[in-house]
């Protein structure tokens, strides 16, 4: 089992501070991590936490998951290793539309 975890279900006001002091319960925090966006700094909702041991990752699993915090139910498990990222120029243009053009007219004029 490994040590980071997978928090959901967070409000959008909760902050790394809020996130490690409520884990500290369950044993010793690592890092504490909310997850937001980019461009506004807005939280998505959910973070993940790294405990000091697999020990404590399960004590804190089984002590934090449901547990009321600021008014919403957590939902806490063992964090999954990320997903390779695709490319992100999927769908767009990758040539410009006279070079295009070009390569249409000489395909008619050879047939």
């Known amino acids: ?27 010793n925090v690592v890092s504490a991590t909310v997850i937001r966006f980019r461009d506004t700094g807005r939280s998505k909702g959910f973070g993940f936490v790294e405990m000091g041991s697999e020990d404590e990752a399960k004590k804190a699993i089984e002590t934090m998951n449901g547990q009321d915090f600021k008014g ?6 063992e964090a999954r290793p990320p997903r390779p990222r695709e490319d992100r120029f ?19 004029q050879e047939a």
């Open 72 to 77: 919403r139910k957590m939902v806490v498990s």
């Open 90 to 108: 999927r769908g767009g243009r990758r040539f410009n539309r006279r070079s295009q053009f070009n390569q249409d007219q000489n395909q008619s």
């Open 1 to 27: 089992m490994s040590t980071k975890l997978y928090v959901g279900n967070l409000l959008y006001e909760v902050t790394d501070e809020d996130l490690k002091n409520q884990f500290m319960q369950a044993g």
